[in-house]
Nanobody, 133 residues
């Protein structure tokens, strides 16, 4: 089992940058695929990015591709989301999530499965990101 705690949210101007962190407890962090999701007011939670347990695979939503970077440090048991060139539509509560490692087939052939919430077993409480225009 793993517990997740997000941090780094806040208020940022459009065009600025922010880095979110997700600290994981437990010794098995390095065995989980990890993801970031977000939920804007009045909207359903949506996928943002995912990273493979070994950090040799990443996958992004089209809306953040080229602006956001997901990374992880398996020694520090921490997941990151570097957010650059942020836009007002990035305003949301951001959640990190952990799921069982997916196969190479999923990562290379059907990565869209990583967008699905039920592929993740553990969730953090979320951190608010607000982008002002």
């Amino acid at each position: 089992q793993v517990q997740l705690v997000e941090s780094g949210g806040g208020l940022v101007q459009a065009g600025g940058s922010l880095r979110l962190s997700c600290a994981a407890s437990g010794r098995t962090f390095s065995s989980y695929d990890m993801g970031w999701f977000r939920q804007a007011p009045g909207k359903e939670r949506e996928f943002v990015a995912a990273i493979r347990w070994s950090a040799d695979g990443t996958y992004y939503a089209d809306s953040v591709k080229g602006r956001f970077t997901i990374s992880r440090d398996n020694v520090k048991n921490t997941l990151y989301l570097q957010m650059n060139s942020v836009k007002p539509e990035d305003t949301a509560v951001y959640y990190c999530a952990a799921g069982s490692a997916h196969t190479t087939y999923v990562w290379t052939i059907v990565p869209e499965r990583l967008k699905t919430e039920h592929e993740y077993d553990y969730w953090g409480q979320g951190t608010q990101v607000t982008v002002s225009s």
